[in-house]
């Protein structure tokens, strides 16, 4: 079972959406003639498997600097220069600089990662993303021993992003990952999906994708990367620290203070729309639970 989660999982490991829709209607027609249940373990396994559509994955967004609204990402992003484009990568690193995204993208070999992706708001999709593990482009800039977190910032550009003419946010928006978590081979910088450049509504030209925590640590559009000792601020700790905290992990134990963390509903199912149950650390729990170990995830989250 835990296998379909692997970052080895491709393309043709997963049910396209269009078969897998059929085959639900199928069921759901053999139902109606009251010929007995198919739907058994073996089709709720094939659930997890099902890839969400491009139009899915790039029309129904979280991108506050482009407005609060799902469909605001899609509906402005285009306004967004994304190139040239350039990372700065400071703090305890032994070759601090402004690297232009072509540099860093020489020598990286992009993979495509099937993720599944568990947002706070509880919903979720699966995610075919192309991109290279964020501990490559660690270790290329060599990482000081003294550094215990990596930061986060995305671009600050009113003037082409629309939503920061207000303080939604204080911006820039900022993440953060306790070292061991970005140099996990899980955590992936993503400049694609399907096979295609990054739209801009899903955070080109480069993003952040850690699957086993809600979606919000998924920072798009990265122009910083810094490397502190410190734990650093991040963006929906600072504006509401009692209900997102910093390590924010998928746990269907824990609550959000506002609605329950126990299922997510499943983006995509149309007229089969259905809530599954949330899994610990949205899956991949065999991966990383152990970075967790010992720690309390209640008072941790
Ligand atoms: N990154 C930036 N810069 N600004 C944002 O508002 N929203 C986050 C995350 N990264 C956000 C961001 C949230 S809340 C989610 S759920 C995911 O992006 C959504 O990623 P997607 O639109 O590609 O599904």
């Keep these: 079972m835990a296998a379909r989660y692997k970052s080895d999982l491709k393309y043709s490991d997963v049910t396209p959406e269009r078969v897998y829709m059929n085959r639900r209607q199928l069921m759901a027609g053999a139902a109606a003639l009251g010929l007995g249940s198919i739907a058994g373990p073996a089709a709720a396994q094939e659930e997890d498997l099902v890839l969400n559509s491009f139009d899915d994955i790039t029309s129904y967004n979280n991108f506050y600097e482009f407005g609060t609204g799902k469909s605001d990402p899609k509906q402005y992003a285009g306004a967004l220069t994304t190139d040239p484009w350039s990372i700065v990568i ?8 402004t690297y232009d995204i072509a540099d860093i993208l020489k020598d990286k070999a992009i993979e495509e990662r099937i993720y ?18 964020l501990k490559d482009l660690l270790d290329q800039v060599g990482v000081l021993p003294s550094a215990k977190y990596v930061s986060f910032e995305t671009l600050v550009r009113p003037e082409e992003m629309v939503g920061q003419r207000r303080p939604i946010l204080e911006w820039p928006y900022r993440e953060g990952l306790r070292l061991d978590e970005a140099m996990h081979p899980l955590t992936l910088m993503s400049t694609g999906l399907y096979g295609q450049e990054l739209p801009n509504q899903n955070g080109a030209p480069i993003r952040l994708v850690v699957p086993w925590k809600y979606g919000f640590k998924s920072i798009k559009s990265i122009v910083r990367i810094s490397l502190t000792e410190e734990q650093p601020d991040i963006s929906w700790n600072m504006a509401i620290p009692g209900e997102y905290g910093f390590f924010s992990n998928v746990n269907p134990n824990v609550d959000h203070p506002r609605w329950s963390q126990a299922t997510e509903r499943v983006i995509g199912g149309g007229l089969f729309a259905r809530r599954r149950p949330t899994l610990m650390f949205n899956g991949y729990e065999e991966e990383v639970a152990s970075l967790y170990d010992g720690m309390d995830l209640s008072e941790f989250f």
Excluded: K, S, T, Y
């Excluded at 599944?116 to 593990?133: L, S």
């Design 90 to 97: 400071d703090g305890l690193v032994e070759r601090p600089g």
């Design 116 to 133: 599944r992706f568990r947002c706070v708001e509880a919903w979720a999709m699966v995610v075919p993303w192309n991109g290279f593990e």
